[in-house]
């Protein structure tokens, strides 16, 4: 069965590159002009994408918790509600955006936290949907988003699997572009709660759909390891500045981690090759030096029957392969050998031995 979802003309899947998503999220911290930039630093780093989040506050968050105080270092108003509307983008600031980002070449999208969000995105055509963990059972939503028919990504941090199989269940029936993402929903969490072995269990579990992981840990080996493990999607959160204000800041990565992330999954998916042993060119030079051959450890006369004693095993590998050894033992010589000297087949008047 197929994986594959396509992304703004970009195929994703097992046999294609890295899928790289640098989510900017609210780490723009309102700036429009910052975000911008985030967009061209991140499409310098080699990122296929980058992503904000959008939430139609007034209708998403009850009363209570929009008016809530909310005073803390990384507060962008008095109320909880304050704070996230400083941090929100409208319609005329995602048309800005939209045009920047296909000036600069990368492809943008966001997470939709709720239907009026996900509706607003859809106007602008929007090329793929972000779902957070947070809407892994939000059942209205996810079949909402499905129905828009274009790709999905969905994070299961906190899930159970049967979430993350009823999800999968429902999306699939509308629609055939889905992303599964392994993530812990800590930030950032312990390394021992990664749990990325999950990645084997929904490719495991879901054959066909792509796998990929959120990492919200510090750093980027992990994602290393997610995409040996069959993630094809990975999503890292990204900024300018980690000492910046906002709680995401902290454990996103700058972008030299962002540069090293994206070279490294290149050369990973480089690295893994097709699983068949072989010599290749690169090793010739250096075996020849470290590798051995057979050679005759004193003079030997015509006619003279070899021992064990009679071979030495000896540098450089541009003679017969040790592996000929105990083949050699007992076979008489058809003309007299030197010392060192290489020991051949037509020493020994034969065309080929094999090996035992």
């Known amino acids: 069965?197929?994986?594959?979802?396509?992304?703004?003309?970009?195929?994703?899947?097992?046999?294609?590159?890295?899928?790289?998503?640098a989510e900017i999220g609210h780490n723009h911290q309102g700036d429009l002009a910052q975000c911008k930039r985030m967009f061209e630093v991140a499409k310098q780093a080699g990122a296929n994408a980058v992503k904000l989040q959008k939430r139609d506050n007034r209708t998403l968050f009850t009363a209570a918790l929009y008016d809530s105080a909310y005073e803390n270092r990384n507060s962008y108003g008095p109320t909880y509600g304050a704070h996230r509307e400083a941090l929100e983008f409208g319609r005329d600031d995602y048309l800005e955006l939209a045009r920047h980002a296909a000036e600069t070449g990368i492809t943008l999208f966001a997470t939709a936290f709720d239907i009026p969000s996900a509706d607003f995105l859809a106007d602008l055509d929007m090329p793929a949907f972000k779902i957070a963990s947070g809407d892994i059972?939000?059942?209205?939503?996810?079949?909402?988003?499905?129905?828009?028919?274009?790709?999905?990504?969905?994070?299961?941090?906190?899930?159970?699997?049967?979430?993350?199989?009823?999800?999968?269940?429902l999306i699939m029936p509308i629609n055939r572009q889905l992303c599964l993402m392994q993530c812990t929903s800590g930030y950032p969490p312990a390394f021992e709660e990664l749990n990325?072995?999950?990645?084997?269990?929904?490719?495991?579990?879901?054959?066909?759909?792509?796998?990929?992981?959120?990492?919200?840990?510090?750093?980027?080996?992990?994602?290393?390891?997610?995409?040996?493990?069959?993630?094809?999607?990975?999503?890292?959160?990204?900024?300018?500045?980690?000492?910046?204000?906002?709680?995401?800041?902290?454990?996103?990565?700058?972008?030299?981690?962002?540069?090293?992330?994206?070279?490294?999954?290149?050369?990973?998916?480089?690295?893994?090759?097709?699983?068949?042993?072989?010599?290749?060119?690169?090793?010739a030079g250096p075996l020849k030096k470290m590798g051995k051959k057979l050679v005759a450890s004193r003079p030997l006369p015509e006619g003279h029957v070899i021992t064990a004693e009679d071979i030495s095993v000896r540098s450089p590998n541009d003679g017969l392969s040790p592996r000929f050894f105990d083949e050699l033992i007992g076979r008489r010589l058809v003309r007299a050998i030197a010392v060192d000297e290489n020991i051949t087949f037509a020493d020994l008047g034969v065309t080929v031995l094999e090996p035992a």
């Not at 594959?4 to 790289?20: F, S, T, W």
């Not at 941090?157 to 993350?164: F, K, L, N, R, S």
């Open 1 to 21: 069965m197929t994986r594959r979802l396509v992304i703004d003309g970009v195929e994703i899947g097992d046999e294609a590159p890295c899928y790289v998503i």
């Open 137 to 169: 059972d939000n059942i209205p939503l996810l079949r909402h988003v499905a129905k828009l028919g274009k790709p999905m990504i969905v994070s299961t941090g906190g899930a159970e699997m049967d979430a993350v199989r009823r999800a999968h269940d």
């Open 196 to 283: 990325l072995r999950v990645i084997e269990t929904f490719r495991h579990d879901f054959p066909d759909a792509v796998v990929g992981l959120s990492s919200h840990d510090s750093g980027i080996a992990m994602a290393l390891v997610g995409y040996v493990l069959g993630a094809r999607v990975v999503e890292k959160h990204f900024t300018l500045n980690r000492a910046a204000k906002g709680t995401d800041n902290a454990f996103s990565l700058e972008r030299p981690g962002l540069e090293k992330l994206v070279r490294d999954l290149g050369r990973a998916r480089l690295a893994l090759g097709d699983g068949i042993k072989r010599r290749l060119p690169s090793e």
